[in-house]
């Protein structure tokens, strides 16, 4: 330090201020005002990049709340679709399975009738034969029984005893 103050000259330290103090005049005039409007300019820029970096967050955040609400409404209609399908499927089932049963006891009801009818014929048909085979054998019994005149006249007696008391 003891060298730097022997070595000191007025003259050098006055032309050294007057340099510093001009160039700082220089700069203040041509360089200051340009590099203050670009620090100036870069500031705004981000100041103004930060606010539209937040609108954006702010959009996004409205949009994912509007895709949430979008989503909850999609899913409740899809459970109505869903739940509607399956009263629809459920009643489809419903009317298939009471038709058939309609039908079913359509066609018992049918069969019931058919085999009744069919009862009754086979039954009239067994009597028209039964009575048939009666009539042949009264008529055999009554060949042989009348095959002689005196028993036609006893059977002809009979009868008409018969028919006058009833």
Same mark, same amino acid.
């Given at each position: 330090?003891?060298?730097?103050? &022997?070595?000191?000259?007025?003259?050098?330290?006055?032309?050294?201020?007057?340099?510093?103090?001009?160039?700082?005049?220089?700069?203040?005039?041509?360089?200051?005002?340009?590099?203050?409007?670009?620090?100036? @300019?870069?500031?705004?820029?981000?100041?103004? @990049?930060?606010?539209?970096?937040?609108?954006?967050?702010?959009?996004?955040?409205?949009?994912?709340?509007?895709?949430?609400?979008?989503?909850?409404?999609?899913?409740?209609?899809?459970?109505?679709?869903?739940?509607?399908?399956?009263?629809?499927?459920?009643?489809?089932?419903?009317?298939?399975?009471?038709?058939?049963?309609?039908?079913?006891?359509?066609?018992?009801?049918?069969?019931?009738?058919?085999?009744? &009818?069919?009862?009754?014929?086979?039954?009239?048909?067994?009597?028209?034969?039964?009575?048939?085979?009666?009539?042949?054998?009264?008529?055999?019994?009554?060949?042989?029984?009348?095959?002689?005149?005196?028993?036609?006249?006893?059977?002809?007696?009979?009868?008409?005893?018969?028919?006058?008391?009833?």
């Amino acid at each position: 330090m003891e060298k730097l103050i &022997n070595d000191f000259s007025v003259g050098l330290f006055f032309w050294q201020t007057l340099l510093f103090l001009a160039l700082l005049f220089l700069l203040r005039k041509y360089a200051w005002k340009p590099i203050m409007e670009a620090v100036d @300019s870069r500031e705004k820029n981000i100041e103004d @990049s930060l606010a539209s970096a937040e609108k954006a967050r702010a959009e996004m955040e409205r949009l994912q709340s509007d895709n949430q609400r979008i989503l909850a409404e999609a899913r409740a209609e899809r459970d109505g679709i869903l739940k509607e399908a399956r009263e629809i499927k459920e009643k489809m089932i419903s009317e298939a399975k009471a038709e058939a049963s309609e039908q079913a006891s359509k066609v018992i009801a049918s069969a019931k009738e058919q085999i009744n &009818n069919e009862k009754m014929a086979a039954i009239t048909d067994l009597r028209n034969q039964v009575a048939e085979m009666s009539i042949e054998i009264a008529e055999m019994v009554l060949k042989r029984e009348l095959s002689d005149k005196d028993k036609q006249g006893a059977f002809v007696k009979e009868q008409l005893a018969n028919f006058k008391m009833n």
